[in-house]
């Protein structure tokens, strides 16, 4: 792989890692908004949809950390 194709496969690297960077800072948000919610609300509609929200941010991130390491080879 030339010189170029490196930086491009880098520069999208920083971008992913800037966007995991972003869906954290929202999962750990949202975390602390459910965490503070009375119990009566955790365990209705409006717990349930922060809590899948939290799921289905933690899955983003754990993807994006998948490809993070998977283009890691090519960015050196």
Request: proline share 1%; net charge negative.
């Amino acid at each position: 792989m030339n010189k170029e194709r490196r930086k491009e496969i880098a520069r999208a690297a920083a971008m992913i890692d800037e966007a995991k960077a972003i869906l954290e800072t929202c999962r750990d948000e949202e975390q602390e908004y459910y965490d503070n919610m009375p119990e009566s609300f955790q365990d209705g509609e409006k717990g349930s949809t922060a809590q899948e929200a939290i799921d289905a941010l933690e899955e983003a991130v754990s993807s994006l950390e998948d490809i993070t390491a998977n283009i890691g080879d090519f960015t050196a």
